[in-house]
């Protein structure tokens, strides 16, 4: 999105709006010798900008944003729950074979590993997978748990997250997607995946929320 490029009289409205605030239509008009109807598109632009907000029998007040920080508001106000998928978990104690079988049918690339009491010890990627089956071991004896990543070296967020942080993590991990946890006292039980196709989604819904 361009930056908007405001005209001599737009940054003057600015000027008296930001000293003066909450200030009416009329008023503004006063101070510049101009009609309140001259004004009026000039002061449709800028509070559509963000520049100005109006409210009724008030006035105009500064808002202190700048242009595209709608967006950036937007943006930090997105929530891990918001955009999160169904989780795919297996049990530890399920063999590499039916991992990968579970991978495959759910069309995932991560597979999240929980005990008896379905909660979250561990993480399988497809290269963990793809790893394990390049040898001539026997595939159906040998347990997810020996090749998973295990807790405490698992990176995962909460519901009510930043999607922001959230996708910082994902990045600088270099990882396709986080568990979406709720820590109970226990462990943490896997309420949902946040993946780049989450991300992804996000971004578009931006898009269409926002005139880009």
Do not use: W
């Not at 039916?98 to 379905?118: E, H, P, R, W, Y």
């Amino acid at each position: 999105m361009s930056p908007i490029e405001l005209n001599k009289r737009q940054e003057e409205i600015l000027r008296i709006v930001k000293g003066n605030g909450p200030i009416t239509g009329e008023q503004i008009a006063d101070r510049l010798h101009l009609t309140r109807a001259t004004l009026r598109p000039d002061l449709a632009i800028l509070t559509m900008a963000g520049f100005l907000d109006a409210r009724p029998r008030v006035g105009y007040f500064y808002s202190g944003k700048k242009p595209g920080q709608d967006i950036s508001d937007t943006m930090n106000n997105m929530k891990v729950k918001d955009f999160q998928s169904i989780p795919v978990v297996v049990r530890e104690d399920v063999s590499v074979y039916d991992a990968i079988s579970q991978m495959f049918l759910d069309d995932v690339g991560t597979l999240f590993v929980v005990d008896k009491n379905s909660l979250l010890t561990g993480v399988l990627s497809r290269k963990d997978l793809l790893r394990t089956s390049l040898g001539n071991q026997d595939l159906s004896a040998i347990p997810v748990h020996i090749i998973m990543t295990r807790m405490p070296n698992i990176t995962y967020c909460v519901k009510n997250e930043s999607l922001i942080q959230a996708a910082h993590r994902l990045i600088n991990q270099q990882i396709d997607a986080l568990p979406v946890v709720d820590e109970q006292p226990e462990g943490f039980k896997v309420i949902g995946r946040l993946t780049k196709t989450n991300i992804t989604r996000a971004f578009l819904s931006l898009s269409e929320s926002h005139e880009l």
